[in-house]
C-alpha cells in the first residue's frame, strides 16, 4: 500500500465533526485570553487581527484540500465542509469584532466600508462567503447539482484572493507577513490552472 | 535607579498609562513590526556608551556622549498625551529636557531652519532593518520653531526610571502634538539645515504621511478616520474617544501654524 493510501485509510476513521467544536472554542479561547490580559495591552487590535489571520489560515487551508489530492494523493475532502464553515465563522467573528468593539460608532463603519478601499475589499470578500457557507450542506448539493454547486463555491478563489489583499493594503511600510499570505494564495490557485485549461480544451 | 527628574504641572489631571503599557506596546520598526517586537527584541541593543552628532549649521559641531549631553541639564517630567497615527493614545509621563536647551548650546547658526534627526542602525541587534520593513536609517525632522519650542523635549526617561531600549534608549525625541512617529528614538545624529529634511514615514508613503504630521481629527489618513482615538489600557471594551486638534495642545502650538492650510500641510 502507498504512503497516501495507508493516509487515506487512516484518515476514514477520524470523523469531521470535532473540527466544529474546536473551532468553534477557538474565538472564545481569544475572547477569554483577551479579558485577560493574554493579548497585551491593546486587545481589540490584538483580538481582530487573530480572528483576521486565522479567516486566511482557513481560507488557504480549504484551497490546499485540492492541490494536495492531486499532488500526494492524501484526500481530505471530506474535511473540507467543516474547514469551509469554520473559517466562515472566523470571519464573521472577524468582522463582529471590528464592528462591536474597534469602530463602535455606527455612522463610521458605513463611511468606512464605502470610503476605506482595505475595508472595501474585506467586505466584498465576506459577502462573497455568505452563499457559500448557506450551501454548504447536502441538501443544497442535491437542489443545485454538483456543476452549480462547484462553480458557485468557487467564489472562495475570489473571497481568498480579497481577503489577503486586504490584509497587503492594511500594512505599514514593507512588510512580509501578509506578501507571504497572498503569495500562498496565488500559488494554490495557479495550480488549478492545468486542469482548467485541459478542461477547456477538451 | 531613580533619575530624580523635577516634576511639573505639565499634564496635570491627566491619569498615565502604566509603566508596562508604556514599555509593551511600541512601534519600533528596527526591532519588528508587532507591538510586542520592541520589548523583546530591544533588549540586545546596547545604549552605554552611546554618542551624538550634532551637526550641520551649529557653532559647535561634534560627537557629544551622553554624558556631556546631560552634562548639567536638569531633567524634568512631563505628563504628555501620545498620539499614535494608528489611532491609539497612551498618557506618558516622560522624563527629560528642553531639546531648546541643548540646541542653544551647541549654538544653532541664523542660517538654519530645520532640525534633521536620525536613529541608529544596527543591523546585528536590529532584525526590522534586516528585513528593509523602512529604508533605515529612521529619520525625521522638525521645522525649527517646532524644535525650539517649549513643549519639544528629549527624552531619557519614564516614570523617572531611565528609558528602556523599546521607547528609545538612550534618547529620543518627543513632540506632543504630532503623531507618534515623529518622536524619533535612539537618536544617533542632530543636524540643522536650511532645507526641509527627508523623513522616513514621508518617503514610504507620501500621500499618507506628511512632514508635519500633527494631530489633527479632521484630516483623515486615507485608510482610517482620526477623529477618535482608542486609549491603551482600557481592555476589549474600551470606548473610543474624541481625539483632539494638536492632541490637545492646540493653545501653546497652533501659533506656529497660523496661515497655513492643514489639510495641505498634513
Redesign the interface.
Known amino acids: 500500500m502507498k504512503p497516501s493510501q495507508r493516509i487515506n485509510l487512516a484518515l476514514s476513521r477520524v470523523p469531521a465533526w470535532p473540527l466544529y467544536i474546536v473551532g468553534g472554542l477557538v474565538p472564545f479561547w481569544y475572547l477569554y485570553l483577551g479579558l485577560t490580559g493574554g493579548l497585551g495591552v491593546e486587545p481589540i487590535e490584538a483580538l481582530e487581527h487573530r480572528l483576521g489571520e486565522l479567516a486566511l489560515q482557513g481560507l488557504i487551508a480549504g484551497l490546499a484540500v485540492t492541490p494536495l489530492r492531486n499532488m500526494t494523493g492524501v484526500n481530505l475532502v471530506k474535511f473540507r465542509r467543516a474547514i469551509g464553515l469554520v473559517t466562515f465563522y472566523f470571519v464573521t467573528c472577524h468582522l463582529l469584532v471590528w464592528l462591536v468593539l474597534d469602530v463602535q460608532i455606527l455612522s463610521q463603519i458605513w463611511a468606512d466600508i464605502l470610503k476605506r478601499p482595505y475595508i472595501t475589499i474585506g467586505m466584498i470578500g465576506f459577502v462573497l462567503l455568505i452563499p457559500l457557507a448557506v450551501t454548504s450542506n447536502n441538501w443544497s448539493i442535491r437542489k443545485l447539482g454538483p456543476l452549480k454547486w462547484r462553480r458557485l463555491h468557487q467564489l472562495g478563489y475570489a473571497a481568498a484572493i480579497l481577503g489577503a489583499v486586504h490584509w497587503v493594503m492594511l500594512a505599514k511600510g514593507f512588510q512580509i507577513e501578509p506578501l507571504v499570505y497572498l503569495g500562498i494564495v496565488v500559488l494554490l490557485l495557479a495550480m488549478r490552472v492545468p486542469k482548467a485549461v485541459k478542461r477547456a480544451v477538451a | 535607579a531613580s533619575l530624580g527628574a523635577r516634576k511639573t504641572s505639565y499634564g496635570s489631571g491627566l491619569e498615565p498609562n502604566t509603566f508596562?503599557?508604556i514599555t509593551?506596546?511600541n512601534n519600533f520598526?528596527e526591532f519588528g513590526?508587532g507591538?510586542?517586537d520592541p520589548a523583546q527584541n530591544a533588549g540586545a541593543m546596547q545604549t552605554s556608551p552611546w554618542s551624538v552628532v550634532i551637526d550641520g549649521m551649529v557653532d559647535r559641531p561634534g560627537t557629544y556622549s551622553m554624558d556631556q549631553i546631560l552634562e548639567g541639564q536638569t531633567l524634568e517630567e512631563r505628563i504628555y498625551r501620545f498620539r499614535c497615527v494608528?489611532a491609539?493614545s497612551m498618557v506618558i509621563p516622560w522624563v527629560g529636557f528642553e531639546l531648546a536647551d541643548l540646541l542653544d548650546r551647541v549654538g544653532v547658526q541664523s542660517g538654519a531652519r530645520y532640525v534633521a534627526f536620525e536613529t541608529a542602525v544596527i543591523p546585528e541587534v536590529m532584525p526590522g532593518v534586516r528585513?528593509?520593513?523602512?529604508d533605515f536609517p529612521y529619520v525625521e525632522g522638525l521645522r525649527l520653531d517646532e524644535a525650539m519650542h517649549p513643549l519639544t523635549i528629549m527624552a531619557t526617561g519614564i516614570y523617572d526610571e531611565p528609558i528602556p531600549n523599546q521607547n528609545g534608549a538612550p534618547m529620543r525625541l518627543v513632540v506632543p502634538w504630532k503623531y507618534g512617529f515623529k518622536s524619533i528614538k535612539s537618536i544617533v545624529r542632530i543636524t540643522l539645515t536650511d532645507s526641509e529634511p527627508p523623513t522616513s514615514w514621508n518617503k514610504?508613503n507620501a500621500r499618507e504621511y506628511g512632514f508635519y504630521s500633527n494631530v489633527n481629527p479632521t484630516v483623515d489618513h486615507p485608510?482610517?478616520?482620526q477623529?477618535?482615538e482608542?486609549r491603551?489600557?482600557g481592555?476589549?471594551?474600551?470606548?473610543?474617544q474624541e481625539t483632539l486638534m494638536f492632541n490637545g495642545y492646540e493653545n501653546e502650538v497652533a501659533g506656529l501654524y497660523e496661515g497655513m492650510d492643514l489639510s495641505v500641510n498634513y
Open positions: 508596562e503599557e509593551s506596546y520598526y513590526v507591538k510586542d494608528e491609539w528585513r528593509r520593513v523602512l514610504a485608510r482610517w478616520s477623529a477618535t482608542r491603551i489600557g481592555g476589549l471594551f474600551a470606548a473610543r
